[in-house]
Every structure is written in C-alpha cells, then in structure tokens.
T-cell receptor, first 112, second 115 residues
C-alpha cells in the first residue's frame, strides 16, 4: 500500500538558517504529493503541492520538487523565520481509494 | 467560497461517556469527508472517510463510529469513551470522486480529553 516516510523531529534551527525536511514515499502509479503545515492548536493547511514528476511546488518561500527517480519530495526553505515554527506533514494521493496518506509529521522550532 | 466547521472545539469527558463531534461543509456539493485523529506527539491517523450520504469506510477497528446523514454533514460518535480516545480530531473535505485531486481542506480541530 501507499506510505510516506518523513524525517523524525523535532528540528530546531536559528532564524535565517536553511531548512530541509526529508520526505520519501511508496505508491502505486503516479501520485500527487503535498506538504501541509499545522500551526499550534490549529488544523492543517496546504502549503504546496506537485502533481507530476519534476514539478516544483512553492509557497511562502518554501519549495519542494517531485523526484520520481528517488521517490522523494523534500521540503526546503532558504531562510526560516520564527513564524515558520509549526508541524509539517508530507502526504500523497494516488487516486484509487479517495484517501490521502500522511507522514508522521516533523515539528520545526525556529529560535531567534 | 467553501468553509468547513467542526465543533465543539474542546471537550473533556469521563471514561465511559458518549461522544458526538460534528462537522459541516458549506459552499460545495458531494464532497468526500474525512475524520482524522492526531494523538499527542504523533501523526495523523485516518479514522473514517465517506464518498456519499450513508457511505462510510472505516480504517481502524475501534469503539468509534461515523455517520453522514446529509451531504455536507459528518458526525463522529462513540457510545463509551476510553482513555485512549483522547486526542485532536480533525475533519476534512475534498472534492469528490473523479475530480478529486487529493487536496484536503481541514477544520479547526476538536481537542478531546478523556479522564
């Protein structure tokens, strides 16, 4: 079945540091890939997405590239801010059963 | 525009008591609806999803149940809560069936504490 593996957290960075959160997946066919962000006490919201190989999703300075050859969708940001502190979830949708599969989430803490 | 609401936002219940969490979506028709649970420090666990009225798929055997009495209403219930039912419950919707892109829209969440 489908699965998503993302790096264990928490990740603690200083403000303006470079961020990478790794995500790899296993799926049948050609899934769509997503990153969601959850701020404390809130529901999840879509951060970015990519629907086919080599697509780059981007939003709010975050980027992720759909790499079919390595089955990866790593999240990156060049310079993090304190306001980026949140939990980040990688997810995939392969269409067959109308379900989205999530990774376990990575907590990011950015300190001033 | 589409909106999703779930309530109550916070709930403290004794072990053995019943539970009812409600979720409604506005501004769309025939959505897929989902209930997820997020236990403390853990990821998202899909509990139930529904592709239409009265159609419920269960992902995890447990003492919870779900119902979809109307197109845009999704209810999570339990007859007798367990301590292990504590967590943050999230309702979500997506466009349905053939046009589903997999993008989910989440409610604000309901925090349940079972004592």
């Amino acid at each position: 079945g489908d699965s998503v593996t993302q790096m264990e957290g928490p990740v603690t960075l200083s403000e303006e540091a470079f961020l990478t959160i790794n995500c790899t997946y296993t799926a049948t066919g050609y899934p769509s890939l997503f990153w969601y962000v959850q701020y404390p006490g809130e529901g999840l919201q879509l951060l970015l997405k990519a629907t086919k190989a080599d697509d780059k999703g981007s939003n709010k300075g975050f980027e992720a590239t759909y790499r079919k050859e390595t089955t990866s969708f790593h999240l990156e940001k060049g310079s993090v801010q304190v306001s980026d502190s949140a939990v980040y979830f990688c997810a995939l949708y392969s269409g067959g059963y109308q379900k989205v599969t999530f990774g376990t989430g990575t907590k990011l803490q950015v300190i001033p | 525009s589409q909106t999703i609401h779930q309530w109550p936002a916070t709930l403290v219940q004794p072990v053995g008591s019943p539970l009812s969490l409600e979720c409604t979506v506005e501004g769309t028709s025939n959505p897929n609806l989902y209930w997820y649970r997020q236990a403390a420090g853990r990821g998202l666990q899909l509990l139930f999803y529904s592709v239409g009225i009265g159609q419920i798929s269960s992902e995890v055997p447990q003492n919870l149940s779900a119902s979809r009495p109307q197109d845009r209403q999704f209810i999570l219930s339990s007859k007798k809560l367990l301590l292990s039912d504590s967590g943050f419950y999230l309702c979500a919707w997506s466009v349905g069936r053939k046009v589903n892109t997999g993008e989910l829209f989440f409610g604000e969440g309901s925090r349940l504490t079972v004592l």
